[in-house]
């Protein structure tokens, strides 16, 4: 199984930006990639995906043209770009791959195989 460390959260003021790193212990190239978040008393929602290839993204409406998700196939690696951060965007962000097509979409978390232990990225106002 690939195991995956989430890096780049921190404290971010409103407005500001901040780009998180999934770094895998494998290679990834044939799988699709994820980023979620949860915030504090709050299920765990979809951000982000993106296909083997990265000629296919999709993003979750609250984060629309605010982030982009990226891949480095050659350095194993996924990488969460963030701007225009928000107080509600305060979350951990997990990082998650998907080792085989369940067709459940890649905007469910159940798609996901294996998931990092996540970076906190708290957005102050």
């Known amino acids: 199984q690939v195991r995956l460390v989430e890096s780049g959260g921190g404290l971010v003021q409103a407005g500001g930006s901040a780009r998180l790193s999934c770094a895998a212990s494998?290679?990834?190239?044939?799988?699709?990639m994820g980023w979620f978040r949860q915030a504090p008393g709050k299920e765990r929602e979809f951000v982000a995906a993106?296909?083997?290839?990265?000629?296919?993204?999709y993003y979750a409406e609250s984060v629309k043209f605010r982030f982009t998700i990226s891949r480095d196939n050659a350095r194993n690696s996924v990488h969460l770009q963030m701007n225009s951060l928000k107080p509600e965007d305060t979350a951990v962000y997990y990082c998650?791959?998907?080792?085989?097509?369940?067709?459940?979409?890649?905007?469910?978390?159940?798609?996901?195989?294996?998931w990092g232990q996540g970076t906190q990225v708290t957005v102050s106002s």
């Open positions: 998650a791959v998907r080792n085989q097509d369940y067709g459940l979409g890649l905007r469910s978390s159940l798609e996901y195989d294996n």
């Open positions: 993106i296909t083997q290839s990265g000629e296919d993204t």
């Open positions: 494998g290679r990834i190239s044939m799988y699709a």
